[in-house]
């Protein structure tokens, strides 16, 4: 597969809070990585050190073995797309022209869309299921539609890696698990790289290649999903006593201690 996106003894602070401190991992070509922590732990933070909103204070990323911090905003947005946790209103526009927006990268300053552009743009919200979105304003539709609109303009933008930081946030309960199925798919059929910080390590365990714990802005656990989700990890992150219980088709899943009391398995 090769690695495309590398991270190397990754430190950042803000002014003398340490945020992350050593933190190294590998992304490779189509697979889904599950970034798993408590809030505050550093996740979000770790997402805009990967494409360069932020810079490392020690240690570095690499693309495609280039150092981030001397490529471009335009050279990195080719290849890395964010679609961020908050979507805030931005101006009156369609969906399909919010989606279009991703290819700004690929275009000069005066330079408008064109009609492949547009074309890019329907196909990556078909590839969503979100086609009947197109002409609605951004403004006026669903937080998890906004998800959708978003998520399409980060395909038509880069096609390589692709960061999301909670995509399933504004999502109900069953277009979580469409959502995520269908970023999956993404990585299969596109050799999409997805790195996607996450709250609910059900959701990394069906659905992750990869799963990188970060505890206190240090790495506490990485590798591929079936040996680094334990219940032992998922105590040592989450600061709990976690059960594990068998679900349909034999997936196991995890319950906090919270969840189970006044229940058998608590026995």
Excluded: W
Aim: net charge neutral; glycine share 6%; charged share 20%.
């Amino acid at each position: 597969m090769g690695v495309i996106l590398e991270c190397l003894n990754l430190g950042f602070r803000y002014g003398k809070s340490v945020i992350l401190k050593d933190v190294s991992f590998t992304v490779e070509a189509g697979l889904f990585y599950a970034i798993l922590g408590k809030n505050g732990s550093g996740k979000t933070t770790l997402l805009h050190c990967l494409n360069g909103i932020l810079k490392p204070d020690t240690g570095r990323v690499e693309l495609d073995r280039q150092n981030l911090v001397l490529l471009s905003r335009q050279q990195i947005a080719r290849r890395i797309s964010l679609v961020p946790q908050e979507h805030l209103e931005i101006f009156p526009f369609t969906v399909l022209d919010v989606v279009v927006m991703g290819r700004a990268p690929f275009l000069k300053m005066t330079q408008a869309p064109a009609p492949e552009d547009y074309q890019l743009a329907r196909d990556a919200l078909r590839m969503l299921d979100a086609e009947n979105l197109a002409a609605a304003s951004f403004n006026r539709i669903s937080g998890g539609e906004r998800q959708l609109a978003l998520l399409a303009a980060a395909l038509v933008q880069a096609s390589r890696i692709m960061l999301l930081d909670e995509p399933t946030n504004h999502l109900d309960f069953n277009n979580q698990f469409r959502l995520l199925a269908q970023v999956k798919e993404l990585c299969r059929s596109r050799q999409l790289s997805v790195v996607a910080t996450m709250h609910d390590p059900n959701m990394a365990r069906l659905y992750a290649d990869r799963v990188i714990m970060v505890g206190e802005g240090r790495i506490v656990a990485q590798g591929p999903t079936a040996e680094v989700m334990t219940t032992a990890n998922i105590d040592t992150l989450y600061q709990t006593r976690t059960f594990e219980i068998c679900g349909p088709g034999n997936k196991k899943l995890f319950l906090p201690q919270a969840a189970t009391a006044g229940t058998d398995i608590d026995h």
